[in-house]
């Protein structure tokens, strides 16, 4: 499974990076928001800046919600960089929009996606990455990990080629839920990221360790 982290930070980014673990990133415009980026010169300069920063893909979202629209906009952001993939929301003209750009050779995630119905289209329309919104899901008191396996199911059983990107990680325990129940791509804060590591018995362990090697040195 790869692991992309959720967030327009560049500290984070960078951290999520040095770590040695990171495979892209997504970012979406609340994300943008947060980090005060401003007036589309701005936006874009900062998506290159994460390409240049790490290695993998890099879902930049449209926020265009009509096809002609869809299409200048992601063709705007998929010139920026060969590993842009252009993030298009679960929508009629954005089906439409996964579709044209499927054939224009323009990567997509297709985001905002909460159901097995809406995951059959994304694929079908030729998506590279499905995005299924699990802590969304686990917030209305669904829960967003069957949907994860249910998707990973029907693309197994389909012979479908999109990924399954799960988004909106909560905690350490999504993470590993998703990798048990099939997702290909984790998107997650880097607090859940870094949250993996930790173990009670490692830390007791460790000091162990410590302690009696001093009586070897
Ligand atoms: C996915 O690509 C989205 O950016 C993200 O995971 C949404 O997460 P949230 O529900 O925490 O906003």
């Given at each position: 499974?790869?692991?992309?982290?959720?967030?327009?930070?560049?500290?984070?980014?960078?951290?999520?990076?040095d770590?040695g673990?990171?495979?892209?990133?997504?970012?979406?415009?609340?994300?943008?928001?947060?980090?005060?980026i401003?007036?589309?010169?701005?936006?874009?300069?900062h998506?290159?800046t994460?390409?240049e920063?790490?290695?993998?893909?890099?879902?930049?979202?449209?926020?265009?919600?009509?096809?002609?629209?869809?299409?200048?906009?992601?063709?705007?952001l998929?010139?920026?960089?060969?590993r842009?993939?252009?993030?298009?929301?679960?929508?009629?003209?954005?089906?439409?929009?996964?579709?044209?750009?499927?054939?224009n050779?323009?990567?997509t995630?297709?985001?905002?996606?909460?159901?097995?119905?809406?995951a059959?289209?994304?694929?079908?329309?030729?998506?590279a990455y499905v995005?299924p919104?699990?802590?969304?899901i686990?917030?209305?008191?669904?829960?967003?990990v069957?949907?994860?396996?249910?998707?990973?199911?029907i693309?197994?059983?389909?012979?479908?080629?999109?990924?399954?990107?799960?988004?909106?990680?909560?905690?350490?325990?999504?993470?590993v839920?998703?990798?048990?129940a099939?997702?290909?791509?984790?998107?997650?804060?880097?607090?859940?990221?870094?949250?993996?590591?930790?173990?009670?018995?490692?830390?007791?362990?460790?000091?162990?360790?410590?302690?009696?090697?001093?009586?070897?040195?």
């Amino acid at each position: 499974m790869k692991f992309f982290i959720d967030t327009a930070n560049l500290a984070q980014i960078q951290e999520a990076q040095d770590l040695g673990i990171l495979d892209g990133v997504t970012t979406n415009p609340s994300l943008m928001a947060k980090e005060g980026i401003k007036g589309e010169e701005a936006i874009m300069k900062h998506y290159v800046t994460i390409c240049e920063t790490v290695k993998g893909d890099v879902s930049a979202e449209v926020i265009s919600t009509d096809f002609n629209s869809i299409i200048e906009e992601g063709k705007k952001l998929a010139a920026l960089h060969p590993r842009i993939v252009v993030k298009v929301p679960m929508i009629k003209d954005g089906v439409k929009a996964i579709k044209w750009f499927t054939e224009n050779k323009i990567r997509t995630n297709c985001t905002l996606v909460f159901s097995a119905g809406q995951a059959i289209l994304a694929a079908k329309a030729g998506a590279a990455y499905v995005s299924p919104f699990i802590g969304r899901i686990d917030d209305s008191s669904w829960d967003g990990v069957d949907l994860i396996a249910q998707i990973a199911n029907i693309y197994s059983m389909q012979s479908f080629k999109t990924e399954i990107l799960a988004a909106s990680i909560r905690s350490p325990l999504h993470i590993v839920k998703c990798a048990e129940a099939g997702a290909d791509v984790c998107t997650c804060p880097l607090d859940s990221i870094l949250g993996l590591l930790k173990h009670p018995l490692t830390d007791i362990g460790l000091a162990k360790f410590l302690e009696d090697a001093k009586k070897t040195r």
